[in-house]
């Protein structure tokens, strides 16, 4: 998977979270049609640029929310 390809994911869910607030990993992979492989690498970079964060480290299934600076 080339940067590109990552960056242009990360808009994706960027985007979804943007317009439907926060998800689940599973409800955030069927909104975007991304899989695993490429939700997981775009949500690190959203990360890295400090864009998102999850809710509840500790439950099972945390969500993932937007930063709006």
Same mark, same amino acid.
């Given at each position: 998977?080339?940067? !590109? @390809?990552? %960056? #242009?994911?990360?808009?994706?869910?960027?985007? =979804? /979270? !943007? @317009?439907? %607030? #926060?998800?689940?990993?599973?409800?955030?992979? =069927? /909104?975007? @049609?991304?899989?695993?492989?490429?939700?997981?690498?775009?949500?690190?970079?959203?990360?890295?640029?400090?864009?998102?964060?999850?809710?509840?480290?500790?439950?099972?299934?945390?969500?993932?929310?937007?930063?709006?600076?």
């Amino acid at each position: 998977m080339i940067k !590109n @390809e990552i %960056g #242009e994911n990360a808009g994706k869910i960027w985007e =979804t /979270l !943007n @317009e439907k %607030g #926060e998800l689940s990993i599973d409800k955030l992979k =069927t /909104l975007t @049609e991304l899989n695993k492989q490429q939700l997981l690498m775009a949500i690190g970079w959203l990360a890295r640029e400090e864009k998102i964060f999850q809710t509840n480290p500790y439950e099972k299934d945390w969500k993932i929310c937007p930063v709006y600076n």
